[in-house]
């Protein structure tokens, strides 16, 4: 029998664990949704807070041999945890370039870790397309088994770590924006290395497609997936969605803000939906600037032909990069593809896309 003390000590040992349980759950709730809004958490300050860990996790490098603390040091590292098909990686893309090349002959190394979201983002050979179309040109560490990811405590995308001559990480920073601030920080640690004439102005590249930034006013939708292990917002006319499993779907008569509906045979997987037929549909009723969809084409790697419409109607001047006027595209690439790109985003508008091809995979929604 345990005694009435023992009983009002574990019960207070309890409520102190499930208090530091759900803080922490909402310190990863908060980084993860200070990433993907774009509001990043910037850890800035100048104590050191942990050495670079080792490296040798990485399943594979790019545009350069393997790299270690070791052959690092004596240098400032920047550290930019990313995966290519994620909008909010794109978006910090051109500052992160712009910085390698401003400041590489001043000692500045930086260095791409890619980790990814999805399963077709662990191909070597997707990874190196990527950075090939992203005009990627310094190291990237390719984490298909989430080894550096685990190593650093990483927990978002977009994650940039600062490192400096000692290999002392000494700031982090989560998600988009404030990129004054860590051009800053880049600044300080290399003057603290040493180095002379290091400029004190402030890059601002401009980015394009995918990559511009997003609108002033926040997006109102928010990072949707198609595949039924993360799937919200789903509607039809009749049932709901089925995994693992051929399905002809009839899409909802009407949809509210953030909900989404299919049309015609589709196979629902964990990560996406194929396309079992041509004529297969998605509809989202949204409200945002830019509209983006994550696609891949065939699984035998056959490209598929997609037409867009919003509100019923061509896009016109509202098409993104990945469309024309009229609204027609083709998925040769899995990868995220910018499908409107308004110029304001003050109402709600019906996205429809309708492929002309079967085969297709949709994987996730994101806006911008």
Not at 26 to 48: E, K, N, Q, W, Y
Not at 91 to 105: D, G, I, N, S
Not at 198 to 210: C, F, Q
Request: charged share 25%.
């Amino acid at each position: 029998m345990v005694s009435q003390t023992t009983a009002a000590r574990l019960r207070a040992f309890l409520l102190r664990a499930i208090a530091v349980a759900m803080l922490a759950a909402f310190a990863i709730t908060a980084a993860m949704r200070l990433a993907s809004a774009g509001d990043g958490g910037f850890g800035g300050s100048v104590a050191p807070t942990a050495t670079l860990p080792s490296l040798d996790g990485a399943t594979g490098w790019i545009q350069s041999p393997a790299l270690t603390p070791e052959s690092l040091r004596g240098k400032v590292v920047l550290v930019d945890f990313w995966t290519y098909s994620c909008i909010n990686c794109l978006r910090t893309l051109p500052h992160v370039r712009a910085w390698a090349q401003k400041y590489r002959e001043h000692g500045l190394v930086v260095l791409g870790v890619h980790t990814p979201e999805f399963d077709f983002e662990r191909n070597p050979a997707n990874v190196l397309r990527a950075v090939r179309d992203l005009k990627i040109d310094y190291p990237v560490a390719v984490d298909s088994n989430f080894a550096l990811w685990q190593a650093f405590g990483t927990r978002a995308w977009p994650t940039l770590y600062f490192v400096d001559a000692k290999g002392q990480i000494r700031g982090q920073q989560l998600g988009e924006g404030r990129y004054d601030k860590a051009e800053r920080m880049i600044q300080q640690l290399l003057r603290e290395a040493g180095r002379t004439n290091v400029p004190d102005d402030l890059v601002s590249p401009e980015g394009a497609g995918t990559q511009a930034a997003p609108a002033p006013v926040p997006a109102e939708s928010g990072e949707t997936y198609v595949g039924s292990d993360r799937a919200q917002g789903f509607t039809a006319a009749e049932g709901r969605l089925r995994a693992g499993r051929v399905e002809t779907y009839v899409p909802a008569k009407s949809l509210r803000t953030n909900q989404w509906t299919l049309g015609g045979m589709w196979n629902v997987a964990g990560e996406y939906a194929q396309a079992d037929e041509k004529g297969g549909r998605i509809a989202y009723r949204f409200r945002a600037r830019d509209l983006h969809l994550v696609l891949g084409p065939t699984q035998e790697g056959r490209p598929v032909r997609f037409r867009v419409r919003i509100d019923g109607q061509a896009p016109k001047d509202d098409h993104g990069s990945d469309t024309d006027a009229e609204g027609f595209g083709q998925v040769d690439a899995q990868r995220l593809y910018q499908l409107v790109r308004q110029r304001s985003s003050n109402t709600d508008r019906l996205f429809e896309i309708e492929f002309l091809d079967p085969g297709v995979r949709a994987y996730a929604f994101t806006f911008g």
